[in-house]
């Protein structure tokens, strides 16, 4: 509790807060540092795998034939901005998309068309692509293949959870001491700021890391407090895959439950004293 944390720790991105935007600077600079870490641990192994992974990233693998929607975009961004140059990009992607929707039928089947025609020839070429590949390097493009994947969906839950309001995790006690400090620290560079605040962390007395683990406990009940109201909003909208599930939910202090517990027996306590007393009258 008091001693803080034994392992080199995270600093979460984003933070808002005293600080806030050195601690999205302590986000980078640990993440640099945990790559750099892991890159040296991985050992000749990875070394390997990874200049396969680049030399396959590099191939000529066939390219996937754009949409019929692209095909219109890139034929017509180039005239729209010479005729509009005072459309920024997003007024002129919709203008795009606007000129897109109201184009006839007839005319959008001859870029599907296009489409179709361009897709056999990229399936034939993908075919004999993966044809000369060997066993090992067809391995090595299918888990390139899944970790970017991945890598999106992450982004995309991510992305979409800002955009619903769900609450920022809390802070530890040593996330608000580095989000504090991190401008007056010592270091030539990001990472060597946050060694020498861990370093100072790790010495400081309790009573110095009182007060951040006090903001610490406090933003844990306004991160549940928020959260509460949160997966309510959200169980009204019908998203009940976002509410945590009870073993996710953080336990209740056994003072709390005790005290749950005498308030659920009162009303039957109540009962028992009067059926007693009737019987005692009767």
């Not at 946050?194 to 903001?215: A, D, G, H, I, R």
Request: charged fraction near 35%.
């Amino acid at each position: 509790a008091g001693g803080g944390p034994r392992a080199a720790p995270q600093v979460r991105r984003g933070q808002e807060g005293a600080g806030g935007g050195s601690a999205a600077v302590n986000g980078w600079a640990l993440a640099v540092n945990r790559r750099s870490v892991a890159s040296r641990a991985c050992g000749a192994t990875c070394a390997a795998e990874g200049g396969l992974s680049r030399r396959l990233s590099s191939a000529e693998r066939p390219k996937r034939p754009l949409t019929a929607y692209f095909r219109f975009v890139g034929e017509r961004q180039g005239p729209l901005r010479r005729q509009h140059p005072e459309l920024s990009n997003t007024e002129l992607v919709k203008k795009l998309a606007g000129d897109w929707r109201e184009l006839p039928a007839s005319q959008k089947q001859v870029y599907e068309e296009a489409r179709k025609a361009d897709w056999r020839i990229y399936e034939e070429k993908l075919a004999a692509y993966k044809a000369q590949l060997t066993p090992a390097q067809a391995a090595a493009l299918k888990e390139e293949r899944r970790k970017r994947l991945a890598k999106r969906r992450s982004f995309r839950k991510k992305r979409e959870l800002t955009v619903l309001g769900k609450p920022k995790r809390p802070r530890s006690g040593f996330n608000i001491f580095v989000s504090e400090n991190f401008q007056k620290s010592v270091g030539v560079s990001p990472v060597a700021k946050l060694k020498k605040l861990f370093e100072t962390w790790q010495n400081l007395p309790s009573s110095e890391k009182q007060p951040y683990l006090q903001l610490a406990e406090d933003d844990k009940v306004r991160y549940e407090n928020e959260m509460k109201s949160w997966e309510a909003k959200m169980a009204e909208l019908g998203r009940q895959d976002l509410i945590r599930s009870k073993e996710q939910q953080p336990k209740k202090k056994a003072a709390e439950t005790v005290q749950e517990a005498d308030r659920a027996k009162a009303p039957l306590r109540g009962k028992k004293a009067t059926l007693k007393l009737k019987k005692s009258e009767e």
